[in-house]
């Protein structure tokens, strides 16, 4: 029971360059978010799925797409990658949206865009 | 909308001393509450929530948390450190009609020999 997965752990890009990050949840949870952390700001949502099929914009969507392809994986794409967007992706799981599930994370990625 | 404060951007404590990491919220109806823990270089993990019921809710390692309705707190204590619980500790809420978090921006927890 591997928890949740992503992959890559680290990635360096240059500006405009594209890439997709990863996720998957072997625990039959019915949510999926993702989130980045950077210095002084905390966890802010960039994008969640309540259950497959949906997704919906979080708190800074701007830069970023996502697709549920199934139950168990979410991805994060950067269509053209800009340094603001360096940061710590973290994608987060949980049995569903109801205030009384805990969301269970990833190891994160670590992005760099130069 | 929905907010949570964490004023205190680092706390330092000796071990086997009792140590509290405080949280504020802002919400229009009746919260509901969350502490993570994050160990360098790994994902945030649960310790303990507060729905409704009990305002002392207990969590994962000893740790333990007081919902304070008229001062909109949420502090997390535990009564005895250790070295082994420096790690990062968010707070989080969700007010109801809402359908995700918003986290604090973290405290981090420095427990000394």
């Known amino acids: 029971n591997a928890g949740v997965t992503q992959t890559p752990k680290f990635q360096v890009l240059k500006t405009g360059q594209s890439m997709t990050l990863q996720c998957a949840q072997d625990?039959?949870?019915?949510?999926m978010y993702w989130y980045r952390q950077d210095p002084g700001m905390g966890l802010r949502l960039i994008y969640y799925?309540?259950?497959?099929?949906?997704?919906d914009k979080g708190e800074v969507p701007n830069g970023y797409n996502v697709s549920r392809l199934n139950k168990r994986e979410f991805s994060l794409r950067l269509e053209s990658a800009a340094p603001s967007q360096t940061s710590v992706y973290f994608c987060?799981?949980?049995?569903?949206?109801?205030?009384?599930?805990?969301?269970?994370f990833g190891p994160g990625t670590r992005l760099t865009v130069l | 909308a929905q907010s949570v404060a964490q004023p205190e951007d680092q706390v330092n404590v000796a071990e086997g001393n009792p140590l509290t990491v405080k949280c504020t919220y802002s919400?229009?109806?009746?919260?509901?509450l969350f502490w993570y823990v994050q160990y360098p270089n790994r994902g945030l993990q649960f310790l303990l929530k507060?729905?409704?019921?009990?305002?002392l809710v207990k969590g994962s390692y000893g740790f333990e948390a007081e919902f304070n309705k008229s001062q909109t707190s949420f502090h997390l204590k535990k009564p005895s450190a250790l070295v082994s619980d420096s790690a990062l500790y968010f707070c989080?809420?969700?007010?109801?009609?809402?359908?995700?978090?918003?986290f604090g921006k973290g405290t981090m927890l420095l427990v000394s020999p």
């Open positions: 919400v229009s109806g009746n919260p509901y």
């Open positions: 625990m039959n949870h019915n949510s």
């Open positions: 987060a799981s949980s049995e569903g949206l109801a205030a009384l599930n805990e969301q269970f």
């Open positions: 507060y729905i409704t019921g009990d305002n």
């Open positions: 799925s309540a259950s497959e099929g949906t997704t």
């Open positions: 989080a809420v969700r007010d109801v009609g809402y359908s995700t978090l918003t």
